[in-house]
């Protein structure tokens, strides 16, 4: 089940997506809370389907670039929805679905974020996420995002990537890191990295790249691939 974004999410995607101009019907392959967040403050008409992929058997990440992995990641997800969508009657799939308006473009994406040349998805618990996030008061961070825009009815497909990088500051107070960890979506933001938190706000020092690419969605990249 999705998750809904919190107030500071939304807060975050209203200020920093970017309005589309005249965008067709989205399907959005994600059942990331900051993604949708994004994408409702961008203006665009959007439909949700979570893909049924095993993320970890795709890729090495310890050998691949995680502009590469991203992207493969991406393009798996749109494949397995495409395929999903191509099933006759699919028990599976959420009530009220079909029939897609004409012209629905499919947006899958997936995101890892870069720590000292590591790569770092998901925390797998809450001890991994508050390692993570101690950890970017030593060193600067990025994130790195994989995007696949697949037209349903003619099946033409954009692939793209973009990254960013974050430097926090090295007075990272215990209060702050527990008010991060307790956040419930935390788990759900690659390398735990919930940059829209407000308690971590007076602490970045720098942020390269827009905080919407940040927060998963790059919405002037998918304007363009658009």
Known sequence: MALTPSRFTVDAAIAGAL???NPPPLLLGS????????LTASGAEFKTLVPDIDEKAIGDRLQDQPAALV???AVAK???LVARLGGEHDASLPEGLL?????????????????QGTIREKPTDLAQARAFVQSY???????????CLHDIDSGERVIADDSTSIVF?????AEVVDAVVATEELMWCAGALMIEHPAWSPYIKEVVGGLDSVMGLNMTLIARML
Not at 31 to 38: D, K, Y
Not at 99 to 115: F, I, M
Not at 137 to 147: F, H
Not at 169 to 173: G, S, Y
Request: one cysteine or more; glycine letters at 8%; aromatic letters at 4%.
């Open 78 to 80: 749109s494949d397995a």
């Open 99 to 115: 029939p897609l308006s004409p012209g629905t473009v499919l947006l899958t994406s997936d995101q890892v974020v870069t720590y």
């Open 71 to 73: 992207r493969a990641i």
């Open 169 to 173: 500051q090295e007075d990272l107070p």
């Open 19 to 21: 309005r589309l101009a």
């Open 137 to 147: 008061a030593t060193a600067p961070c990025g994130t790195c995002g994989g995007y």
């Open 31 to 38: 059942q990331s809370a900051s993604r949708r967040a994004i």
